[in-house]
C-alpha cells in the first residue's frame, strides 16, 4: 500500500503562522509603533534594509533548488512547458488586473477611496505576475506530479522573470494610472531576484560539484527551510506592525482583499487545468502546470510592494493577503487535482 503524501509540518499550518504574525504585528504596532518606525527609515535608494535581508533570506533557499542545467530537458516534451508560460506571461498578470479594478474600483468604491483602490490593484498586480518558485514543489509532490519537469518549468520562469516581470509590471501599472518609479522597480528585482538567484546557481554548482548531489538535496537543503519559513515570517510581523493602525479602523479589509485573489487563484487553476487536459498533458505535468498557474511568488511581491509604496501601503497590505489565503486554496486545489487523477 502506498504511503499517503502529506505537507511538512511548517507548511501545512503556514496559514495559522501568517495569521498569528498578523495578530502579533498588530499588538506591537499599537503599543510599540514610535520604536518599530525607525526600522521603516532605514533605507536605501527606497529599498528598506531590514525588509531587504529577511526577503533574501526567504529567497535565497528557493534559488539552491533551481537547477538550470535540467533546462536541456525542454525540447523533449514541449506541451507541459509552454502551457506553463502562455498562462502565466500572457494571461494571469492580466486576469488579476482585470478582477483587481472589478473589485478595487467598482464594488468596493463605497468602502475604500480611488486612491487606496489603485494601490490595492497595484499590489494584486505584483502577486499576478510573479509566478511561483518554491511552493510549487510542495504543491507538485502532493499531486504525484513529475518532478524534474515541475524543476524545468520552475527555472524557465525564473528565468523569464528576470526579462519580463519589470515591463508587465509597468504595463498593468501604468493602465490602472499608478505612477511606476522604474529606477526602483529595476533595482528590486535586482537585489531580491538576479542576486539571490545567481548566489543560488553558485552555491548549487560548487556543493554538488564538492558534495554529491544526494548530499546537497537531503543534508543541505533541509537546514534552510526553517531559514526562509522564519524570514517570512518576521517580515509579516514588521509588515502588520506598520498596518496595524489601518486594520484595527477597518477589520474586514483582510476580508475584502481575500476575495478577488481567492477568486483569481480557482479561475488560473482551471484555465491551466482544462487546457493541460485539452492538450492531452500526463496528470503528472498538468496538475504542476495548474498549481503553478495558481500560486504565486509572494515573496518576490511582497518585497517589491514594500520597495515601490512603502511598509504601510495597501499595496504591502494586498501582497501578505496573498500569503495568508495562498496555502488553505491551494490544498483545496490539490484534493481537488488528487479526486480528479487520470
Same mark, same amino acid.
Request: aromatic share 14%; charged share 10%.
Given at each position: 500500500?502506498?504511503?499517503?503524501?502529506?505537507?511538512?509540518?511548517?507548511?501545512?499550518?503556514?496559514?495559522?503562522?501568517?495569521?498569528?504574525?498578523?495578530?502579533?504585528?498588530?499588538?506591537?504596532? +499599537?503599543?510599540?509603533?514610535?520604536?518599530?518606525?525607525?526600522?521603516?527609515?532605514?533605507?536605501?535608494?527606497?529599498?528598506?534594509?531590514? !525588509?531587504?535581508?529577511?526577503?533574501?533570506?526567504?529567497?535565497?533557499?528557493?534559488?539552491?533548488?533551481?537547477?538550470?542545467?535540467?533546462?536541456? +530537458?525542454?525540447?523533449?516534451?514541449?506541451?507541459?512547458?509552454?502551457?506553463?508560460?502562455?498562462?502565466?506571461?500572457?494571461?494571469?498578470?492580466?486576469?488579476?488586473?482585470?478582477?483587481?479594478?472589478?473589485?478595487? %474600483?467598482?464594488?468596493?468604491?463605497?468602502?475604500?477611496?480611488?486612491?487606496?483602490?489603485?494601490?490595492?490593484?497595484?499590489?494584486?498586480?505584483?502577486?499576478?505576475?510573479?509566478?511561483?518558485?518554491?511552493?510549487?514543489?510542495?504543491?507538485?509532490?502532493?499531486?504525484?506530479?513529475?518532478?524534474?519537469?515541475?524543476?524545468?518549468? !520552475?527555472?524557465? +520562469?525564473?528565468?523569464?522573470?528576470?526579462?519580463?516581470?519589470?515591463?508587465?509590471?509597468?504595463?498593468?501599472?501604468?493602465?490602472?494610472?499608478?505612477?511606476?518609479?522604474?529606477?526602483?522597480?529595476?533595482?528590486?528585482?535586482?537585489?531580491? !531576484?538576479?542576486?539571490?538567484?545567481?548566489?543560488?546557481?553558485?552555491?548549487?554548482?560548487?556543493?554538488?560539484?564538492?558534495?554529491?548531489?544526494?548530499?546537497?538535496?537531503?543534508?543541505?537543503?533541509?537546514?534552510?527551510?526553517?531559514? %526562509?519559513?522564519?524570514?517570512?515570517?518576521?517580515?509579516?510581523?514588521?509588515?502588520?506592525?506598520?498596518?496595524? +493602525?489601518?486594520?484595527?479602523?477597518?477589520?474586514?479589509?483582510?476580508?475584502? !482583499?481575500?476575495?478577488?485573489?481567492?477568486?483569481?487563484?480557482?479561475?488560473?487553476?482551471?484555465?491551466?487545468?482544462?487546457?493541460?487536459?485539452?492538450?492531452?498533458?500526463?496528470?503528472?505535468?498538468?496538475?504542476?502546470?495548474?498549481?503553478?498557474?495558481?500560486?504565486?511568488?509572494?515573496?518576490?511581491?511582497?518585497?517589491?510592494?514594500?520597495?515601490?509604496?512603502?511598509?504601510?501601503?495597501?499595496?504591502?497590505?494586498?501582497?501578505?493577503?496573498?500569503?495568508?489565503?495562498?496555502?488553505?486554496?491551494?490544498?483545496?486545489?490539490?484534493?481537488?487535482?488528487?479526486?480528479?487523477?487520470?
Amino acid at each position: 500500500m502506498t504511503a499517503k503524501k502529506q505537507i511538512g509540518f511548517f507548511e501545512k499550518y503556514l496559514t495559522l503562522w501568517v495569521a498569528l504574525c498578523i495578530g502579533a504585528g498588530i499588538v506591537i504596532g +499599537n503599543f510599540a509603533g514610535e520604536s518599530v518606525a525607525v526600522l521603516s527609515k532605514m533605507e536605501v535608494f527606497r529599498v528598506n534594509i531590514p !525588509v531587504a535581508i529577511l526577503v533574501w533570506m526567504m529567497i535565497y533557499p528557493m534559488m539552491l533548488q533551481v537547477d538550470f542545467s535540467s533546462i536541456k +530537458n525542454v525540447g523533449k516534451r514541449p506541451k507541459g512547458l509552454i502551457l506553463t508560460l502562455v498562462v502565466n506571461w500572457l494571461i494571469k498578470p492580466f486576469t488579476m488586473a482585470f478582477f483587481a479594478w472589478i473589485f478595487f %474600483s467598482k464594488i468596493y468604491a463605497a468602502f475604500i477611496t480611488p486612491e487606496m483602490g489603485g494601490e490595492y490593484i497595484a499590489g494584486a498586480i505584483l502577486l499576478g505576475a510573479a509566478p511561483c518558485s518554491a511552493m510549487v514543489f510542495v504543491w507538485s509532490y502532493l499531486t504525484n506530479g513529475d518532478p524534474n519537469y515541475t524543476l524545468v518549468q !520552475v527555472s524557465v +520562469n525564473d528565468l523569464i522573470i528576470l526579462v519580463a516581470f519589470v515591463p508587465i509590471v509597468g504595463l498593468l501599472l501604468g493602465i490602472t494610472d499608478v505612477q511606476v518609479p522604474y529606477d526602483t522597480l529595476v533595482s528590486s528585482v535586482l537585489i531580491f !531576484v538576479v542576486v539571490p538567484l545567481l548566489a543560488g546557481y553558485i552555491t548549487h554548482k560548487v556543493l554538488i560539484r564538492r558534495n554529491g548531489k544526494e548530499w546537497f538535496e537531503k543534508a543541505f537543503l533541509p537546514k534552510f527551510k526553517p531559514v %526562509s519559513i522564519l524570514a517570512l515570517l518576521l517580515t509579516l510581523i514588521l509588515l502588520f506592525a506598520f498596518q496595524g +493602525n489601518t486594520i484595527t479602523e477597518n477589520p474586514f479589509i483582510i476580508l475584502l !482583499v481575500a476575495i478577488p485573489l481567492i477568486i483569481q487563484t480557482y479561475f488560473i487553476f482551471f484555465i491551466t487545468w482544462f487546457s493541460g487536459r485539452k492538450l492531452k498533458l500526463p496528470h503528472a505535468i498538468c496538475s504542476p502546470s495548474a498549481m503553478i498557474g495558481a500560486s504565486n511568488f509572494f515573496e518576490l511581491a511582497v518585497a517589491v510592494a514594500i520597495a515601490l509604496f512603502g511598509l504601510q501601503s495597501p499595496a504591502a497590505l494586498v501582497t501578505v493577503v496573498g500569503v495568508l489565503v495562498e496555502v488553505p486554496v491551494m490544498l483545496s486545489l490539490v484534493a481537488l487535482a488528487n479526486r480528479w487523477k487520470y
